[in-house]
């Protein structure tokens, strides 16, 4: 592959509907419809952002250029979070005769067509744009306040900064879901998130050095290549991160949990985060649940130094999971499930769910009962080495090194 050149680079903003790997490289950016086919999927949505300005009619298919987003054969959407914060859907429908905006959130849905890579040819005189502005959006209660559906404006991968804010969900294009992540992590050009803010605001995109930077104003003819970056599964912070995965791998689930002694008891924008559950059925989610919400960050109130949280987790099908916490003293932590204690190893849980939503309640500064001891269970395995290769015997059952469960 050819790497990026300064300046006279012919470059192209292409809308691949997927999930896909990264490159700062030549690479056009592909949002595939779903990883590893080739064919798009009627009616499902697929979240993106452009870097300047685009008319709807210079949105083309890759493979098809007699195809493009204003016949009719597609619907794009723009994120409008004052709609959200009125109790109505934010997804407002735009009109073929416009144009995309850089900063915004866009969600394509495909309905009379499986092309799954189109090309986005800026307008005239397409400049960087330094930052995004935001807004409270005011609704009914704090949790459906101060969403804003926005994107990466730079021309290079850049480090987002708003006052307050903290996370940001990243949409998984391929299993439809959204992914919490840190805000300040470097974000691809043109990538959209959804945020939360509590105060109207200029979200500030700072070059991070990090693949490649154009620089200045580009010529209407010319294109732009928006590269992608493999997303992170786990985030790090201050508090303690849950993480519910499958023994086998695949796609995992995280979230954040705060415990002060003076938190209040309600949701507060910046403490406390709404969970975005996206639209699919087939990935594990987890979430906490207080103030009558679903919550992907949650900083709940110590009581004599103990808290009580309620979390969900839905399995796509019955099996055996594994329900991982790190952070701080994670020794004083227990998981109870209809008044049963679950047997917890240092700083995981194994635990069995049926398909569907599984409800626990997560304790924090309860004594443990002795029969969960952990370093009782931590000792519960052997180690065998068979053809040069290192296999855990656990509890009568094989696994590999990395974790994964052997059939």
Not at 75 to 95: F, K, L
Not at 121 to 150: F, I, M, Q
Not at 233 to 239: A, D, F, Q, V, Y
Not at 284 to 292: I, S
Request: glycine letters at 10%.
């Amino acid at each position: 592959m050819k790497s990026f050149s300064i300046r006279g680079l012919m470059l192209l903003c292409s809308i691949v509907l997927c999930g896909g790997a990264a490159t700062a490289q030549t690479t056009i950016h592909e949002l595939k419809l779903e990883q590893n086919k080739s064919k798009a999927v009627e009616g499902k949505a697929y979240l993106f952002a452009v870097p300047y300005t685009v008319p709807v009619a210079n949105i083309v298919s890759s493979t098809n250029a007699s195809v493009n987003a204003a016949q009719g054969k597609v619907t794009i959407y723009v994120y409008d979070g004052s709609r959200y914060a009125a109790g109505q859907d934010p997804w407002v429908a735009v009109s073929t005769n416009s144009e995309l905006n850089s900063g915004r959130c866009y969600k394509m849905v495909l309905n009379g067509t499986t092309q799954n890579t189109w090309k986005c040819r800026p307008g005239n005189n397409p400049s960087e744009a330094k930052n995004v502005t935001v807004s409270k959006n005011e609704g009914t209660n704090p949790a459906v306040s101060g969403w804003n559906g926005v994107a990466n404006t730079a021309w290079s991968k850049a480090t987002g900064e708003l006052t307050g804010v903290d996370y940001a969900f990243r949409y998984d294009n391929t299993n439809s879901v959204y992914v919490l992540e840190l805000l300040d992590r470097s974000w691809d050009v043109g990538e959209p998130l959804i945020i939360q803010t509590a105060a109207a605001g200029k979200l500030a995109f700072t070059k991070s050095g990090v693949g490649f930077d154009f620089g200045g104003n580009m010529d209407p003819g010319e294109e732009f290549d928006s590269p992608r970056r493999l997303p992170s599964s786990e985030t790090e912070s201050g508090g303690y991160t849950l993480v519910i995965s499958h023994p086998d791998g695949g796609f995992n689930d995280n979230i954040e949990l705060y415990l002060q002694q003076q938190a209040k008891n309600s949701y507060v924008i910046g403490k406390d985060l709404a969970k975005l559950h996206g639209d699919g059925t087939g990935v594990l989610q987890l979430w906490m649940e207080a103030y009558g919400t679903d919550l992907a960050v949650h900083t709940a109130a110590l009581t004599n130094g103990k808290a009580d949280v309620q979390l969900h987790i839905y399995a796509p099908a019955e099996d055996d999971y594994i329900l991982n916490i790190g952070g701080g003293d994670v020794s004083q932590f227990a998981l109870v499930r209809d008044g049963a204690y679950q047997n917890k190893n240092i700083n995981y849980w194994r635990i069995h769910l049926t398909k569907g939503d599984n409800v626990f309640t997560l304790q924090y500064g309860y004594p443990v009962p002795t029969a969960l001891d952990e370093q009782k269970n931590e000792k519960r395995y052997t180690k065998v080495m068979r053809n040069g290769q290192m296999f855990i015997l656990r509890d009568g059952q094989w696994f590999n090194v990395l974790g994964g469960r052997i059939p």
